[in-house]
């Protein structure tokens, strides 16, 4: 189980583990790094893609914009760039969202994938009123499958052999938590 401490950030005294992010904005000096994280092979396995050139990512990050995704860069306590987050999808009249995340090779298995959505979870239901958050991930994803239960979220369906990986077709999840299940899990937490 994960052990939290009370550290002082920016005024505000917040539970954290000993790893530590902060979410800024994505900025287009940013794609640099998106790009050589999109193109790790653990990236495209969970992913589902092929290498992709700078320009490709680029394009795709332009595309986000228009469609007025919340794009975040996740900083490590250093503030280095170590990942992006992102809330896409938004869907007012439904107030609804779904969420995605992708961090540095280097950085993962370290703590700060869940830290980082957790706080944009919070931004999602406690600044832009959503009343759910929801991804799909492929069923081969064990570590990201993991990462959402324990945040919170359920699996709300299974799309058999939805995505066809490596040779093979693997199912993909739909999962999602709703605004009450989230403040009544953390609702101790500040962010
Ligand atoms: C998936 C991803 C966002 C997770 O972030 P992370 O910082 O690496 O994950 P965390 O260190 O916070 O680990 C979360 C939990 O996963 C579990 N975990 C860690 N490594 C794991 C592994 N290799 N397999 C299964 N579970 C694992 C741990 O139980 C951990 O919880 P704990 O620290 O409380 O015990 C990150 O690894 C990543 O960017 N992967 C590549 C892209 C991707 O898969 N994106 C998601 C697409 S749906």
């Known amino acids: 189980m994960t052990k939290y401490k ?6 505000l005294e917040v539970a954290m583990s000993d790893k530590q992010v902060t979410l800024r904005s994505f900025e ?7 790009h050589r994280w999109s193109n790790d092979p ?6 589902g893609r092929a290498p992709l050139t700078y320009e490709q990512v680029a394009k795709q990050v332009e595309k986000k914009r228009q469609n007025g995704d919340l794009l975040l860069a996740v900083e490590n306590e250093e503030s280095k ?12 009249e439904h107030g609804r969202a779904s969420i995605g995340i ?3 090779p280097e950085a ?3 703590g700060y994938g869940k830290h980082a959505m957790e706080r944009m979870i919070n931004i999602g239901f406690n600044q832009l009123r959503l009343n759910k958050i929801y991804l799909t991930t492929r069923g081969i994803n064990e570590h990201a499958i993991t990462l959402y239960t324990k945040i919170g979220f359920i699996v709300e369906g299974q799309l058999r052999k939805h995505a066809y ?5 693997c199912d993909t999840y739909f999962m999602g938590i709703l605004a009450s299940e989230w403040k009544q899990k953390y609702s101790k937490r500040n962010f």
């Open 6 to 11: 009370c550290v002082k950030t920016k005024g």
């Open 28 to 34: 287009t000096e940013d794609i640099k790094e998106l």
């Open 42 to 47: 653990v990236s495209m396995l969970m992913v």
């Open 81 to 92: 760039l170590i990942g992006w987050v992102f809330l896409q999808n938004i869907e007012h």
């Open 108 to 110: 993962r298995g370290q």
């Open 102 to 104: 992708l961090l540095a």
């Open 165 to 169: 990986i490596d040779g093979n077709y």
